[in-house]
């Protein structure tokens, strides 16, 4: 791994709402035992804002789905569900996974980083009214940053076999398109992959100023990518950071009951797990003891959080983000 910043990771940003509606997606998810009093609601387009500098970093939502307890290789079934069931999160169907994007704003470009799984996963497919929530449509979206090429995470660019954000310039990992345009991979790749080896394939079709990137490097300014290889070849992060404030968008580095106390569980989708679980082991330490301000995919939105070290053991303490001054 390149060293995931020569700077500090992040500064004990003071976030500040700009804005937010209700949380219902996430509050409709109760507990299995009904451990939890939360009553559920109709799902909404929740949306939650902060300021970095100049950027502002809205929280969207393309919906959620549940993975079975057996995704998860290094624990049993049956030690994940206990251990959701003890955050009061466990469901007789799995592990809830949101699925948080995340809309960079400068007041000049619009960065959109990844675009869900559009309905091919779960109870997905609501980004479009997240983005109307804002007043935009996607075709004004002018830059998109893929963390990698997963279904859940480019199934909105090519939804119904066309280019959804067509004025927008596409960022991949270059090693993510090589694995996932690979015919002899795809021919040898299990029955659950199928469908990102066919998206990444209509995702390189339909965008034509796709732009396949090596390593670290600024997509504009104060906008770079961040190398975080291993849960797929081509996996990167996103940092954002203006006036001494910064994010980092770690995209599925981690998942929700698992991580961050054990690098060596994994998830069934990862191609190389002794890489997925050593760029863990390097990322976490260094993130809680930066006090990194991080977003993730998977986490219960706004996916806002950092790594902290609780007598010794590493857990994910969600950002307070709402009403700072």
Do not use: C
Not at 64 to 93: C, H, I
Not at 130 to 153: C, F, K, P, W, Y
């Amino acid at each position: 791994m390149s060293d995931p910043s020569r700077r500090a990771f992040a500064l004990g940003l003071p976030l500040s709402v700009i804005g937010a509606s209700t949380l219902s997606l996430v509050a409709g998810a109760g507990s299995a035992a009904a451990e939890s009093a939360v009553t559920p609601v109709a799902p909404v387009a929740p949306l939650a804002q902060i300021k970095l500098g100049r950027f502002t970093v809205t929280a969207l939502a393309d919906g959620y789905t549940d993975m079975p307890y057996n995704y998860f290789p290094g624990r049993t079934p049956e030690q994940v569900e206990q251990a959701a069931k003890a955050q009061f999160v466990g469901r007789p169907s799995g592990v809830r996974f949101l699925f948080n994007q995340y809309l960079i704003d400068d007041g000049e470009r619009r960065i959109l980083i990844d675009t869900g799984p559009a309905g091919s996963l779960g109870q997905s497919g609501m980004l479009p009214k997240s983005l109307a929530a804002l007043g935009l449509r996607r075709d004004q979206i002018n830059a998109i940053i893929v963390t990698h090429m997963h279904q859940d995470h480019i199934g909105g660019l090519v939804v119904g076999g066309q280019n959804n954000f067509p004025n927008a310039e596409l960022y991949v990992d270059r090693r993510d398109v090589a694995h996932w345009t690979d015919a002899g991979k795809r021919n040898a790749a299990p029955d659950y992959l199928q469908n990102s080896f066919k998206l990444s394939s209509d995702v390189v079709r339909l965008y034509p100023r796709l732009q396949a990137i090596d390593g670290e490097r600024e997509i504009t300014r104060g906008v770079s990518i961040v190398d975080l290889t291993g849960h797929t070849p081509g996996h990167i992060g996103v940092r954002i950071e203006d006036a001494g404030q910064s994010l980092i968008m770690v995209s599925d580095m981690v998942f929700p009951v698992v991580h961050p106390e054990g690098t060596d569980v994994y998830f069934l989708f990862e191609q190389d797990r002794a890489a997925a679980k050593a760029m863990r082991d390097r990322f976490y330490p260094r993130a809680a003891s930066e006090r990194a301000l991080l977003a993730a995919t998977h986490m219960a939105f706004p996916g806002l959080g950092r790594l902290v070290s609780d007598r010794g053991t590493l857990r994910w303490q969600a950002a307070e983000w709402a009403f700072q001054s």
